[in-house]
């Protein structure tokens, strides 16, 4: 009887035993996998974009001004190479011009310059910064501008031309100016458009507007849009 007690407890003790450890385990890897999402996200993050606005001028029937105006929001120091966006190709390119300025949290600029103008497979990226102490309050204020010349170009140019599609863009905005027989061969699937003038060429205009830009993801006056696109037609 006493052999039957101690051998029911000992077996009671070792199934406690086991079930704690068994809990302890699934505690563990529970906490692991939830530090490893913890850092992605924290990785993924790091930096979004608050503005990307770009904007296509027609100097001729062939030929274009492209300009940007991108602000983006940084928590690390080091943001060279976390954005490029693409070029259409053409005969002749000229970066006119690739500008950089940087502010911490209180608004002191930390860093102004001229950054990289090379463009390489058909994108331009934002690198060449250097100089930036890792030491400064945070987040970081980046507004990065751009304004390329293109002569003859000789392929279609597709908006959004950011390379970096799960970057999350809080507004998004594409404006061109061009004569109307350009403006009416443009295609999208964006449902709104705003008309513009531009008083210095006497060009007409239009503007596409989109917000919670992400994944090819985007959102116009509360609709959801999938695959957001404009396509201009600039082939020679």
């Known amino acids: ?72 929001i940084s928590t690390q120091s080091n943001v060279n190479d976390v954005l490029s966006f693409r070029i259409p190709k053409g005969e002749e390119l000229r970066v006119r011009k690739s500008k950089l300025r940087v502010t911490d949290s209180k608004g002191n600029v930390i860093w102004k310059g001229s950054v990289n103008k090379k463009i390489e497979n058909g994108s331009i990226a934002l690198s060449g910064i250097k100089g930036i102490k890792p030491a400064v309050s945070f987040p970081l204020t980046v507004e990065w501008e751009t304004s390329i010349l293109i002569y003859a170009v000789n392929e279609e140019f ?19 100016f061009a004569d109307d027989n350009i403006l009416k061969t443009i295609q999208t699937n964006i449902p709104e458009s705003s008309p513009l003038m531009d008083q210095s060429t006497g060009l007409r205009g239009l503007v ?22 404009v396509k201009i037609n600039i082939e020679n």
């Open 158 to 176: 597709t908006w959004p031309s950011i390379n970096e599609k799960e970057m999350p863009i809080r507004y998004l905005g594409f404006r061109v």
């Open 208 to 229: 596409w507007e989109l917000y919670g830009y992400e994944n090819n993801k985007a959102v116009q006056n509360a609709q959801p849009i999938e695959n957001p696109f």
């Open 1 to 72: 009887m006493a052999l039957n007690y101690l051998t029911s407890k000992n077996s009671n003790e070792y199934t406690k035993g086991a079930s704690n450890l068994w809990m302890s385990l699934l505690l563990f890897f529970g906490l692991l996998f939830l530090s490893f999402s913890t850092i992605s996200q924290t990785v993924t993050s790091a930096v979004s974009i608050n503005r990307f606005v770009t904007e296509v001028e027609f100097i001729n029937e062939h030929s274009i001004l492209l300009t940007t105006n991108i602000m983006l």
